[in-house]
């Protein structure tokens, strides 16, 4: 029995991983495209597992029911709504991921789907989640109470036209001011 001879080993290299933070636009771009792979479809999470678009046919893995599930691709198409990881509702509320978590554990909001229990806090949300948890921040007052009994929300509280921009649903129009720097059209200076 002749033995084939041994492969060359192959050699490991070290890849050197920078910690370069992020840019903005790349950021964006991760917002406009969440969770591929997961969504909402008849208001549960599902995973899918294969898209057959030749046979009209999506097979899901539907977390609440704890089965596989097979829809019409079509349907699919119509019915299924985005899902966002808390990382990314955080960033879309320029919110903290714990500043949620504590929201939702006081009960100021209601609870999204929670994935795993025994992990800390994996929450998938959908866009009606996020517009609640945006009414909850804008109406949440910071600082002392003030005398007249009006609301001070923070400043970074997107509106709702700036959260449907950041969403993908509708379009956010800008203007380049002095500085170089891009600004929305309703914040633009008057000259």
């Known amino acids: 029995m002749v033995l084939p001879s041994p492969k060359q080993p192959f050699t490991v290299c070290k890849m050197a991983i920078s910690k370069r933070k992020r840019t903005v636009e ?10 591929r792979r997961l969504c909402f479809l008849n208001d549960e999470l599902h995973k899918i597992i294969h898209i057959d678009r030749v046979n009209n046919i999506v097979r899901t893995y539907n977390y609440l029911q704890d089965r596989q599930m097979a829809y019409l691709y079509t ?35 209601k609870k999204p789907y929670l994935m795993d229990q025994y992990v800390h806090g994996v929450y998938y949300f959908c866009e009606t989640d996020i517009y609640n948890l945006r009414d909850f921040y804008a109406s949440w007052h910071t600082g002392r109470p003030r ?40 914040k633009a200076e008057d000259f």
């Open 147 to 186: 005398k007249d009994g009006y609301i001070t929300p923070r400043y970074d509280v997107p509106t709702k036209k700036e959260l449907d921009a950041l969403l993908g649903k509708s379009e956010m129009l800008y203007i380049k001011n002095k500085n170089g720097d891009f600004i929305p059209v309703w």
């Open 75 to 109: 349907d699919y198409k119509k019915l299924r709504s985005p899902a966002y990881s808390i990382r990314l509702v955080g960033k879309l509320l320029s919110r903290s991921p714990d500043s949620i978590r504590k929201a939702i554990r006081r009960g100021d909001v």
């Open 26 to 35: 790349e950021d964006l771009e991760q917002l406009k495209s969440p969770q």
